[in-house]
Nanobody, 115 residues
């Protein structure tokens, strides 16, 4: 089994920054992809960014230049540095780990961008 625990969410003013962390534990294989998804109220969950165990990262267009995904393989931890936050970034952010065709999810951390 795999467990994912997110942290770092909170309330921030527009233009501010937050850093999310997600620690994975359990049966983690060396070849995997980790990522961040988000779900705003009344909307479907959407992809934010992914990163492979080799360090190849992808960000969706709406966050390019503002968000950066990174990971520490030794700690089985993925990060999401979020800068220049906008009210439309308000959502529950979920950590995802995909390995051997199976998706694992964290419980989510709430990010609220408001003045």
């Amino acid at each position: 089994q795999v467990q994912l625990v997110e942290s770092g969410g909170g309330l921030v003013q527009p233009g501010g920054s937050l850093r999310l962390s997600c620690a994975a534990s359990g049966s983690i294989f060396s070849m995997n992809a980790m990522g961040w998804y988000r779900q705003a109220p009344g909307q479907q969950r959407e992809l934010v960014a992914t990163i492979t165990s080799a360090g190849r990262a992808n960000h969706v267009d709406s966050v390019k230049g503002r968000f950066t995904i990174s990971r520490d393989n030794a700690k089985n931890t993925v990060y999401l540095q979020m800068n220049s936050l906008k009210p439309e970034d308000t959502a529950v952010y979920y950590c995802n780990l995909k390995q051997r065709g199976i998706n694992y999810w964290g419980k989510g951390t709430l990010v609220t961008v408001s003045s």
